[in-house]
C-alpha cells in the first residue's frame, strides 16, 4: 500500500538557518503530495502542495519539489523563524484513474523548534 | 468561528465508558473524515463519509463506529473505550474536487484512564 517516511525528528535550528526536512514515498498511481504544519494546539492546515511530476510546490517560504525519480517531495525553506515552531506532516493523495479518493496518507511527522 | 469544530476539545474517560466525539462544519463540503494521531506515528484514518448515505472504514476502524447525521455533521463513537485509544482526534472534510486538501477542526484529547 501507499506509504510516506519523513525524516526523523525532533529538528532544533537556530533563527535564519537553513531547514531541510526529508520526504520520500511509495504509492500506485500518479500521487499529489502536500505538506501540512501544525501549531501548537492547533489541528493541520496545508502549506503547500504539487500535483505532478517536476511541479514545485511554494507557501511562505517554504518550498518543496516533486520529484518522481527518487520518489521524494523534500521540504526546504532559506531562512527560518522562531514562529515557524510546529510539527509539519508529508502526505500523499493517489488518484487512480482520474479519481481521487480524498484519502491522504501521512507521514509520522516531523517536530521542527527554532530558537532565537 | 472555526469551519470545522469539534467536541469536546478534551475529555477524560473510564475503560468501559461510551464515548462519542462530535464534528460539525460549515464548509459546505460533502466528504468527511476522522484522523487519529499518535506520537510518532503520524495521523492514520478511522472512518470517512462521501456523503451522508456513504460510511466508509479505514484503516484503523475496529472498536469504533461513526453516524453522518447530516451533511454538516459527523460524530465518532466508541462503543467500549480502552486505555490505547488515548489520542489526539482530528475531524476532516473536504470537495469533491481532486485538490485532495483538507480542512481539519482542533482536535479533540481523549484519555482514557
Known amino acids: 500500500g501507499d506509504s510516506v517516511t519523513q525524516m526523523e525528528g525532533p529538528v532544533t535550528l537556530s533563527e535564519e538557518a537553513f531547514l531541510t526536512i526529508n520526504c520520500t514515498y511509495t504509492a500506485t498511481g500518479y500521487p499529489s503530495l502536500f505538506w501540512y504544519v501544525q501549531y501548537p494546539g492547533e489541528g493541520l492546515q496545508l502549506l503547500l502542495k504539487a500535483t505532478k511530476a517536476d511541479d514545485k510546490g511554494s507557501n511562505k517560504g517554504f518550498e518543496a519539489t516533486y520529484r518522481k525519480e527518487t520518489t521524494s517531495f523534500h521540504l526546504e525553506k532559506g531562512s527560518v523563524q522562531v514562529s515557524d515552531s510546529a510539527v509539519y506532516f508529508c502526505?500523499?493523495?493517489?488518484?487512480?484513474?482520474?479519481?481521487?479518493?480524498?484519502?491522504?496518507?501521512f507521514g509520522q511527522g516531523t517536530i521542527l523548534t527554532v530558537h532565537p | 468561528d472555526a469551519d470545522v469544530t469539534q467536541t469536546p476539545r478534551n475529555r477524560i474517560t473510564k475503560t468501559g465508558k461510551r464515548i462519542m466525539l462530535e464534528c460539525s462544519q460549515t464548509k459546505g463540503h460533502d466528504r468527511m473524515y476522522w484522523y487519529r494521531q499518535d506520537p510518532g506515528l503520524g495521523l492514520r484514518l478511522i472512518y470517512y463519509s462521501f456523503d451522508v448515505k456513504d460510511i466508509n472504514k479505514g484503516e484503523i476502524s475496529d472498536g469504533y463506529s461513526v453516524s453522518r447525521q447530516a451533511q454538516a455533521k459527523f460524530s465518532l463513537s466508541l462503543e467500549s473505550a480502552i486505555p490505547n485509544q488515548t489520542a489526539l482526534y482530528f475531524c476532516a472534510t473536504s470537495d469533491q474536487g481532486d485538490t485532495g486538501e483538507l480542512f481539519f477542526g482542533e482536535g479533540s484529547r481523549l484519555t482514557v484512564l
Open positions: 502526505a500523499l493523495n493517489t488518484q487512480a484513474g482520474g479519481t481521487s479518493y480524498g484519502k491522504l496518507t
